[in-house]
């Protein structure tokens, strides 16, 4: 989580595990950690997070382990599985929200800014997430101008938490495709005025499609 330096969001998100640990059946706390915040970083959410941060949306904010100009004191499996609005949208449109959801559900003990994660657990699913860096980028300049443009007082932060209960609400309907159809429509009109995102995303999910018919 955040709420910290932008140094400090990058440091909380992101890697994926690589092919030779997808084998390995147990893993430290740590390890797991390491992979999130890498994953993340690789993503790109340092630069999501910084436009957050600058419009009062960091969710760091008051958290006791939060220590000015050393960032977070407590790093822990929670906030680094943790996704905000903005970042499971990133995910959910490039089709990698069910990758790192599924990863995460391996690890126990997550709570609420504080994890019991025992200090080695079974892994069995690794971590697979692309460089989508590109797609961030785009995201924080929608941001930064939807920002600039002043609509209204925290208009970027009510729009990512608008968001984020949508999809949150899919994983609850999975079986009513009705339901399902009218959230992904209330999705696709929230995420509407990311015209940066919408035109990346159309050349991300073209060249994959096209790397998979090769
Ligand atoms: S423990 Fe607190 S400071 Fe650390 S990432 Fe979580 S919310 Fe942020
Ligand atoms: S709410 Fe999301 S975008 Fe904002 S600082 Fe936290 S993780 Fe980053």
Redesign the pocket.
Known sequence: ???TTSID?SQRHSQSIDESTSSVEYMSRQAVIQIGVDALNEAG?DL??SI??KNG???CSGCSFLVDRVGCTNRNTSCTAWL?G??KYLFYASGHLQEWEGFWRQVPGQGFREDRTPELFNVKKPLRIPNIRRLSEALANDLQELAAQRIAIGFIITL?DKIDKNIDQLNHCKNDPRKRSRIERNIKVLSSPFHHFQQELREYLLSNSSTCAT
């Open positions: 989580m955040p709420g969001q959410s999501i997070c957050c941060i949306g960091s969710c905000c903005f970042l990512r």
